[in-house]
């Protein structure tokens, strides 16, 4: 019968990037950050390393640790200077034999993609925002408003402002060009879905559990346009979509609300391929709850939304960190065979 492994029994390697073309002050928010989540695992019995990366050279940084002895807690963004590469980083722990947490290399890599993922949700009866891709300024055909524009391969609201809220064709055209001309890429189109937004994460692999989700309250807005979150909401202090978005957690929705919120999230997670822990993105309107975004590596910070919830949720940091952890055990070739989670 297999038993619960205690935190002392699975030694922890805190993987984090810190690319060398940062500012000083990044560089040590980051540093600060992983040692936060070093300390709190550490303080519930991992024993736990710190290891930075500051090139692509994965490999050499971990040439001295056996993979049959540590678990990874990959919590890299990307390889330093290298743009949307963070599938890249589990690839190379792939090759290199270690069981890490979080999703594989081909959920990440898929996850990166909105319109990959929005055909795959679409696909699988997921709600969705009605979407459409671009890769010219001219949207002769679409006439849903108010809609939203995005940058088709950015995560964590990179592009996106109170203008990319859009209310016309000519509005429409205008930040198409913008966002090709800024960032190089194709131009996601999206239904705006003018309604509640909720941060949602779920855990787990076998048997998901959705933590409390919790809910932006953006009514210190008027204005439609404001009414989203943007990059200035989630890294521009002072600024009034940082300041004046409540968050409401756990958020206040009755129990049929939250059941169907909890299915089309473990719909998504599965559908998308996330492993251990992501958070969703989802907009409610008229009855309906659209998912946004799958972030299967998502921000798990002490004061991210994540950890938030996992609190209300009765766990600590620590314990949380620790939770991740054995749900990545349980694929090691070792201790997968002694844990019961």
């Known amino acids: 019968m297999p038993s619960d492994l205690k935190p002392a029994n699975i030694p922890v ?28 695992l550490i303080d519930v019995g991992h024993p736990t390393v710190l290891v930075s990366i500051e090139d692509d050279d994965i490999a050499s940084r971990l040439t001295s640790f056996d993979p049959l002895k540590y678990i990874v807690f990959n919590w890299c963004e990307s390889l330093p200077g290298a743009n949307h590469s963070e599938w890249l980083v589990a690839k190379k722990l792939e090759m290199l034999g270690f069981t890490f947490t ?46 939203i524009v995005k940058p088709v391969n950015e995560h964590c609201s990179e592009g996106i402002t109170p203008d990319s809220v859009v209310m016309t064709p000519k509005e429409l055209e205008k930040m198409i060009t913008i966002i090709i001309d800024q960032y190089k890429q194709p131009v996601l189109v999206e239904d705006f879905i003018d309604g509640r937004e909720f941060h949602v994460t779920v855990w787990g692999n076998d048997r998901l559990e959705m933590l409390p989700p919790a809910e932006m309250d953006f009514s210190f807005f008027k204005n439609v346009k404001d009414r989203l979150c943007t990059y200035e909401s989630k890294f521009v ?21 939250m059941k169907v919120l909890e299915k089309v999230c473990k719909d998504a997670y599965r559908v998308i391929g996330c492993r251990d822990y992501a958070r969703l993105d989802v907009r409610y309107r008229d009855d309906i709850f659209y998912v946004l975004d799958v972030n299967p590596n998502a921000d798990i910070s002490f004061d ?15 314990q949380m960190g620790s939770h991740i952890v054995k749900l990545a055990a349980k694929r090691h070739p070792i ?7």
Not at 18 to 32: A, M, Y
């Open 13 to 40: 390697i805190l993987l984090y990037n810190v690319d060398p073309d940062w500012k000083q002050e990044e560089k040590e928010e980051v540093i600060s950050l992983s040692k936060q989540l070093g300390n709190a």
């Open 102 to 147: 979080g999703a594989n290399s081909e959920a990440l890599a898929l996850a990166q993609d909105k319109y990959r993922v929005k055909i795959i949700l679409h696909e699988a009866g997921v709600p969705t925002p009605a979407w459409k891709t671009f890769n010219h300024p001219e949207p002769n055909d679409w006439n849903k408003f108010p809609a």
């Open 237 to 257: 202090a002072g600024t009034d979509h940082y300041e004046k978005i409540a968050t409401l957690l756990p958020a206040p929705l009755n129990d049929r609300e």
């Open 304 to 318: 991210a939304s994540m950890a938030c919830a996992a609190e209300i949720a009765g766990f600590s940091y620590g």
């Open 335 to 341: 201790w997968g065979k002694k844990l019961k989670i």
